[in-house]
């Protein structure tokens, strides 16, 4: 089964610097998708950004990016220029590639709470 | 309305009651999944359906019992909860073939059980 930890808890950066919340995962598969999603204060799920395994170039989504080590499962997640805005719980998430097609569930991990200081 | 939507927002109910929760999606997508997040665990996957046959079911208690009677509308059936089922439910629909199809959340349902 497939697992994903994320270690920090808690994170706090100012606001416009930048941070970085760490994620890796265990899985047997060679082929998957890793995703960051982020929940403010209204549990809304929000998908931050993607990353397919398959590509070695780390996706970025504006102030977002992501350092993808697929050998370490190591897939970490660069916020830039820090807002208040971005105060929320961070989620890393994987999911298999069906390759018969079909959906397949997110694993989630616990998630770390990331606090933005004036 | 846009997006996944979810009703009722908050839930009290007893032990001994039947309550259903509501998950609606105006995305045209083909696939929707039930979630679990409580305070002490991380999300839990609960249920996938895919073209409205259930394709997944991760060995939930029988209290809960899904429907989906269409590719837009989602249930979870509640009877004889217990209080540690108290939680955060979200429902979450995709596509059910494409590149990557995401998954998109709905705002969730908070559940209290006294």
């Known amino acids: 089964a497939q697992t994903v930890t994320q270690s920090q808890p808690e994170m706090s950066v100012q606001e416009a610097e930048t941070v970085t919340l760490s994620c890796t995962y265990d899985t047997s598969e060679s082929d998957y998708y890793l995703f960051w999603y982020k929940q403010p204060p209204s549990r809304q799920m929000i998908l931050v950004i993607r990353?397919?395994?398959?590509?070695?170039q780390n996706a970025t989504e504006n102030r977002f990016s992501v350092n993808f080590q697929k050998a370490a499962k190591s897939f970490s997640l660069k916020i830039s220029d820090s807002q208040l805005g971005d105060a929320a719980m961070y989620f890393c998430a994987y999911r298999r590639v069906n390759s018969g097609g079909g959906a397949d569930g997110l694993t989630f991990g616990k998630g770390t709470h990331l606090i933005i200081q004036p | 309305e846009t997006g996944v939507t979810q009703t009722p927002r908050h839930l009290v109910m007893g032990m001994t009651n039947k309550k259903s929760l509501k998950c609606e999606q105006h995305l045209g997508h083909n696939a929707m999944y039930w979630y679990k997040q409580s305070a002490k665990k991380p999300l839990e996957l609960m249920f996938v359906?895919?073209?409205?046959?259930?394709?997944e079911n991760n060995s939930v208690p029988s209290r809960f019992s899904p429907e989906c009677p269409n590719s837009s509308h989602l249930f979870l059936h509640l009877h004889t909860l217990q209080p540690e089922d108290s939680a955060l439910y979200l429902c979450a629909s995709s596509q059910y073939r494409g590149p990557v199809y995401e998954q998109y959340f709905g705002p969730g349902t908070r559940l209290t059980v006294t």
């Open positions: 359906y895919s073209l409205e046959e259930r394709v």
């Open positions: 990353q397919e395994a398959y590509k070695q």
